[in-house]
Nanobody, 114 residues
Framework: QVQLVESGGGLVQPGGSLRLSCAAS????????MGWYRQPPGKERELVAR???????NYADSVKGRFTISRDNAKNMVYLQMNSLKPEDTAVYYC????????WGQGTQVTVSS
């Protein structure tokens, strides 16, 4: 049974930083493509960043230069370092894994507000 558990969300002021973590279990992690998606209030879910098993990385244009995705295969963890946060980054952030099929975490709320 695959489980993805996100942590690290919260309330932060504009310009601040947060680091999201996702702990994966029940999946061949080193072979999986891992990603972070977000769903802003009233909008559809969108890709934020993705890292393949070969460590090829893609970012949404809106977060390039501010967010960094990384993975630790020894710990089955994927991270999203978010810097220079803006109010428009407010969303529920979801961890995503793809290995033979797609899996989702339960999400963690990130709110950027003064």
């Amino acid at each position: 049974q695959v489980q993805l558990v996100e942590s690290g969300g919260g309330l932060v002021q504009p310009g601040g930083s947060l680091r999201l973590s996702c702990a994966a279990s029940g999946i061949r992690f080193s072979s999986a493509t891992m990603g972070w998606y977000r769903q802003p209030p009233g909008k559809e879910r969108e890709l934020v960043a993705r890292i393949t098993y070969g460590r090829t990385i893609n970012y949404a244009d809106s977060v390039k230069g501010r967010f960094t995705i990384s993975r630790d295969n020894a710990k089955n963890m994927v991270y999203l370092q978010m810097n220079s946060l803006k109010p428009e980054d407010t969303a529920v952030y979801y961890c995503n894994a793809y290995y033979l099929k797609e899996y989702w975490g339960q999400g963690t709320q990130v709110t950027v507000s003064s």
